[in-house]
C-alpha cells in the first residue's frame, strides 16, 4: 500500500467491492472502518485505496474508500489497496452463485443483517461497521455496476429486502418523489397493511381516472394517524398523472433510501423502539433554538442511534433525515439536535440532525436539542378511578331503530367514545364515519347508526353524534348504547329545562323530521324543489348523507347572494346521481334566485297527503290570540272602534314599485311568520332578514312565490326603505274590528 501518481493495483488485483475493502482493513490492522463509495471520482485509483495520512504499520488515521469510476487516476494523495498484497478474500474462493436479481444470495444476506435494505446497490453502500467483520467472508465479490448499479436492494434482493413504504405528510402538491410512487391499487392497500404493521387489515380502497385533487398514485386521508390507526383504512389510487393534491391528502411511496453522508460514523437507522438506558423509558423533546442553549444536564440524547430514535418517536410522519456527526462539527449543542429551521411541531423541514461529540461544542443559536427526560411511574388518578374503571368494563348494543327509541340514560357520553362502541360491536370492519352536530332534533340523543346500517355485520353503518339533549329519535336511526346494569356518565339531560322555546315544538317539529326522506332530482333550468325545500345546510348534508350514506361527507358552501342556483340544497351538474361521487353541495338562501341549470336540487320527498308541516312556527297554537297583543301599528283605529280587534294579513300587488301602506308593514320575523302560519298554516317555508334596496320596507316573499298556494314562499324581511324592483311581493296586515 504506496502513494504515487497513477499507482493502482493491477486490474486482476482490484478490489472493487466495499464489503471487500472493509474486509481488507480489518485484516491488516484489525479495525473496522466505514467505506465511502462514489463512481464519480477521477482523482484516484481503480478500486480499493487508503488516504495518504494512513498508517500502513498500524492502520492508525486510514480512512478507505471505493472508486468504480472507468477514467479515474490516482494523483498521488492515495495508497492502492491490492488484493494480491492483502489476500483479504483469497482467489480460489468461489463466487457465489447469483440470484434472479443478479446478487448472490449471500451479498443479499449480508445486507439484509447490515440494515442498509433501504439503500441501492453500490451508490449508497457507504455505511459499513461492525456489521463487515460479519460479513467479510460471505465470498460474495459482487461489483454493482453496469445494469444493476443504484437499482435498490428491494429489487434486486427482494426475500431478504422487502419492499418498504413511507406516509408523506399532507400539503399542497405533496406527492411521492420521481420512481417512488406505487404502481397500483392492489399495492396501494398492501402499503397500508406495512404501515399499520398488520397484514390481514381490512383496507378499502376506490381508483378513478378523472380525480384532480389527490396526489398522482396512492393517498389517504390527511387524518390517518398511523399511531392509532384512525381514518387508515381507506385508500385511493388516481391514476390521472397531471392531479395534483389539493392538501387533504398524504401520498403513500416506497420508502427512498438513506441519502448518502460524508460521515464515517454514520450508522443504519435504527428501530425507532430504541429508547437509551435498558430498563428506562423516556420522552423526547426539543428545545427552543438559542446561543449556548443545551439540553439539562443528564438530558441529552447521546448517541447517533437514539438521535434517530428520538425523532421517528416525535414525528412519525416525518420522512427520515440525513444525520451529520463529523466529529469536527462543534457550532451546535453537545449530542442531537435540529436545525432552526426544523418545524418542532410537525417534523416538517427537518432535513438533518446533527450530533456533536465535542465537549467543546457549543450552540451558535441556529440549533435546536433535542432532550430526552425519563417517564414517571404511572400518576396516581386521584378522583378519576371510579369512572376510568367504569368505562373499561363498559360493553355496549346496538338498539333496532323506531319512533321515540333511545338509550333511556344509558347513553354513550361523546363521539369518540361512539366510534369505540361500535368497533367494540363490529371489530372486523373498518372504522366508520362520524358526524357530530348539536342542532339535531331528530336523531337519538348520544351515538347512533343509519337506518341502512347492517345489524348483522357493521357494514354500511355511517355514525351520529347529537349533542342537543331536546333531541329525539325520528324513527331513522338506530341508538348504540351502554348495556343496561352499567354506571354510565352523568347524563346532561337536565339542561332541558333552560330551553323554555321547545315547549310547544317537539310534536309538530320531530312528527315533521321522523318522516323525512329526500330525492335528489336532475338538473335544468328553472328545477326546484317547488317549496319541499331543505331548510339549512346542516340538513342539506344531512339529506344527501342518507342518500348516499356509504360516501365522505361533501363540501358545503352557503350563500345568500347566489342568482344562479335553486334556492335551498343542491349538487354540483359533476356529481353522479347514482354513486354520490363528485357532489359538492351548495346552500342558496337567496329566495329570490334560481336555477341557471347547473345544479341538481335536494328536496324532500312529498308525503302521501302532498302537504309537511311547517318546522318554522313554534309559535302556532296561539299566534291567532297573540297578534291581536302586538302594540297597533297605526293609530286610526282607535278614534272609530272601541271594540276589540282582528289582525288579517294580505298580499300587496306583485308589481314594481309595490309595497304595503304606511303602517302595515310587517317589520320582524315572529309576525311575518304568523302571517304566514295564519294564511297557509300546513305549508313550509324559509324565513330571514336581509336589509336591501331593492325590496319593499317589511316582509316580502320571492317572486317564485304563488299567493293562492303559498307554494315556493320563502320569506325575507328587508328593515330598510327601499323599492322594491318587481321580483318581491310585500305582505302586510292590518285590523279590522273583531267580529261578534
Not at 486482476?12 to 463512481?39: H, N, Q, R, W, Y
Amino acid at each position: 500500500m504506496d502513494r504515487a501518481p497513477g499507482a493502482a493495483c493491477p486490474p486482476e488485483d482490484e478490489i472493487m467491492d466495499p464489503l471487500e475493502c472493509a474486509a481488507a482493513m480489518l485484516e491488516m490492522f484489525g479495525k473496522e472502518v466505514t467505506v465511502k463509495a462514489s463512481g464519480s471520482w477521477k482523482n484516484r485509483s481503480p478500486g480499493c485505496h487508503a488516504n495518504k495520512k494512513c498508517n500502513v504499520e498500524n492502520g492508525n488515521s486510514c480512512i478507505f474508500y471505493l472508486a468504480s469510476g472507468e477514467t479515474t487516476s490516482n494523483n498521488g494523495d492515495f495508497k492502492p489497496v491490492c488484493r494480491s498484497m492483502t489476500e483479504v478474500v483469497p482467489t480460489e474462493t468461489p463466487t457465489p452463485e447469483p440470484t434472479a436479481g443478479g446478487i448472490p444470495d449471500e451479498y443479499c444476506d449480508c445486507v439484509a443483517e447490515m440494515g442498509i435494505c433501504s439503500n441501492t446497490c453500490f451508490a449508497y453502500a457507504d455505511v459499513f461497521s461492525s456489521a463487515s467483520a460479519v460479513c467479510q467472508n460471505i465470498g460474495a465479490r459482487v461489483l454493482c455496476s453496469g445494469a444493476i448499479e443504484n437499482v435498490p436492494y428491494t429489487e434486486l434482493c427482494p426475500e431478504q429486502c422487502p419492499q418498504e413504504y413511507e406516509l408523506l405528510p399532507h400539503g399542497k402538491g405533496a406527492q411521492c418523489a420521481d420512481g417512488y410512487g406505487i404502481d397500483s391499487k392492489e399495492e396501494c392497500e398492501d402499503a397500508m397493511r406495512y404501515l399499520l404493521n398488520d397484514p390481514d387489515a381490512t383496507i378499502k380502497s376506490a381508483e378513478n381516472t378523472k380525480w384532480t385533487n389527490r396526489a398522482p398514485g396512492c393517498n389517504v386521508s390527511k387524518k390517518c394517524d398511523l399511531s392509532t390507526g384512525a381514518s387508515c383504512t381507506s385508500v385511493q389510487y388516481a391514476l390521472n398523472e397531471s392531479t395534483v393534491n389539493n392538501g387533504n391528502f398524504k401520498p403513500i411511496c416506497k420508502k427512498q433510501p438513506a441519502p448518502p453522508t460524508d460521515s464515517p460514523t454514520v450508522q443504519p437507522v435504527p428501530d425507532p423502539t430504541a429508547s437509551g438506558e435498558t430498563g428506562t423509558v423516556y420522552e423526547y423533546y426539543m428545545v427552543e433554538q438559542g446561543k449556548e442553549v443545551a439540553c439539562p444536564d443528564g438530558e441529552g440524547v447521546t448517541s447517533v442511534d437514539e438521535c434517530y430514535a428520538a425523532f421517528a418517536e416525535m414525528f412519525p410522519d416525518a420522512p427520515t433525515p440525513k444525520m451529520n456527526s463529523k466529529a469536527s462539527f462543534t457550532k451546535g449543542p453537545r449530542y442531537c439536535s435540529a436545525h432552526k429551521r426544523c418545524d418542532s411541531e410537525t417534523g416538517a423541514g427537518c432535513g438533518s440532525l446533527y450530533f456533536a461529540s465535542s465537549e467543546t461544542s457549543v450552540n451558535n443559536g441556529s440549533y435546536q436539542p433535542i432532550c430526552k427526560r425519563p417517564v414517571e411511574e404511572e400518576p396516581a388518578t386521584s378522583e378519576e378511578p371510579d369512572t376510568t374503571e367504569g368505562e373499561e368494563e363498559k360493553t355496549y348494543e346496538i338498539i333496532q331503530r323506531g319512533k321515540g327509541v333511545g338509550c333511556d340514560g344509558k347513553d354513550v357520553m361523546s363521539k369518540e367514545e361512539c366510534v369505540a362502541a361500535f368497533m367494540s360491536l363490529f371489530p372486523g370492519v373498518g372504522e366508520p364515519k362520524m358526524t357530530e352536530n348539536s342542532g339535531w332534533t331528530n336523531r337519538p340523543y348520544g351515538c347512533s347508526a343509519h337506518r341502512k346500517c347492517n345489524l348483522e355485520t357493521g357494514e354500511g353503518c355511517p355514525l351520529y353524534y347529537a349533542s342537543n339533549p331536546d333531541t329525539e329519535n325520528g324513527g331513522q336511526y338506530h341508538p348504540i348504547c351502554v348495556v343496561e346494569g352499567e354506571e354510565p356518565a352523568p347524563s346532561e339531560e337536565p339542561a332541558t329545562t333552560e330551553d323554555p322555546a321547545t315547549t310547544e315544538d317537539p310534536d309538530t317539529t320531530e312528527a315533521d323530521e321522523e318522516e323525512k326522506s329526500y330525492e335528489i332530482i336532475e338538473r335544468g333550468k328553472g328545477v326546484g324543489c317547488d317549496g319541499k325545500d331543505v331548510m339549512s345546510p346542516e340538513e342539506c348534508v344531512a339529506a344527501f348523507m342518507s342518500l348516499f350514506p356509504g360516501v365522505e361527507e361533501p363540501k358545503i358552501t352557503d350563500n345568500s347572494g347566489w342568482t344562479n342556483r335553486p334556492y335551498g340544497c343542491s349538487a354540483h351538474k359533476k356529481c353522479n346521481l347514482e354513486t354520490g361521487e363528485g357532489c359538492p353541495l351548495y346552500y342558496a338562501s337567496n329566495p329570490a334566485t334560481e336555477n341557471g341549470g347547473q345544479f341538481n336540487p335536494i328536496c324532500v320527498v312529498e308525503e302521501e297527503d302532498g302537504i309537511e308541516a311547517s318546522t318554522a312556527a313554534p309559535e302556532e297554537p296561539d299566534t291567532t290570540e297573540g297578534e291581536v297583543e302586538e302594540p297597533a301599528t297605526s293609530e286610526e283605529p282607535d278614534t272609530t272602534w272601541g271594540g276589540e280587534w282582528d289582525t288579517v294579513y294580505y298580499w300587496a300587488p306583485k308589481e314594481k314599485g309595490s309595497s304595503c301602506p304606511e303602517g302595515e308593514e310587517i317589520m320582524t320575523e315572529d309576525d311575518c311568520r304568523a302571517g304566514m302560519t295564519i294564511l297557509f298554516p300546513n305549508l313550509k317555508y324559509n324565513m330571514g332578514s336581509k336589509d336591501t334596496s331593492n325590496r319593499a320596507k317589511g316582509c316580502n316573499a320571492g317572486n317564485k312565490c304563488n299567493t293562492e298556494t303559498g307554494n315556493a314562499c320563502n320569506m325575507v324581511v328587508n328593515a330598510q326603505e327601499g323599492v322594491n324592483n318587481g321580483k318581491s311581493i310585500p305582505l302586510c296586515k292590518s285590523r279590522v274590528p273583531a267580529t261578534q
